[in-house]
């Protein structure tokens, strides 16, 4: 016999690999960084990403599924590539537009996923809550990526004083 609920189900695992995914990345951009704001940063980051992860396994509990335990092998690849990346680049600016990069593809996820019409209106507003706290995370790095152009652009001895 099949789960009714196993669209939600696969729709919230596949919420919950992404957000795992990132949970890492940020772990790991925390131990590449040398500046101390941002470790302290990108670890909060992760540890909320993680929270995202418990909230929305506990509803793949609750809808008689087992949550996903582990991210995607793509992501892994992808971080291999950044670390070979930033080794090279070895600045702040490359780990940040690293994260922005994957702050886009998850809040992308995130928004797919709520348009999904198949899924429950419970499921919809499980991930509508998830995806606030994804959202806040998405804007921050944002700003921060946007903030280290702007100083990299005042930097330039052809910006204007």
């Known amino acids: ?14 919420l919950i690999e992404t957000t795992l995914d990132s949970a890492d990345g940020y772990r790991e951009a925390a131990g590449e960084t040398q500046d101390a704001h941002y470790r302290d940063l990108f670890e909060r980051r992760s540890a909320e990403r993680a929270k995202v992860v418990d909230d929305l396994s506990a509803a793949v509990r609750g809808l008689g599924g087992d949550p996903e335990s582990s991210g995607s092998i793509l992501a892994k690849a992808h971080r291999a590539f950044l670390d070979v990346k930033h080794a090279l680049l070895r600045n702040d600016d490359s780990v940040v537009g690293s994260i922005n990069s ?26 509508r809550r998830a995806y606030a706290a994804i959202k806040t995370g998405h804007d921050q790095m944002e700003g921060l990526k946007h903030s280290l152009e702007g100083q990299r652009d005042a930097s330039n001895p052809l910006f204007p004083n």
């Open 1 to 14: 016999m099949s789960n009714p609920n196993a669209h939600d189900i696969k729709v919230l695992n596949g």
């Open 102 to 127: 994957g702050e886009n593809f998850i809040a992308d996820k995130f928004e797919k996923s709520l348009e999904d019409g198949a899924i429950s209106a419970t499921t919809r507003e499980i991930i």
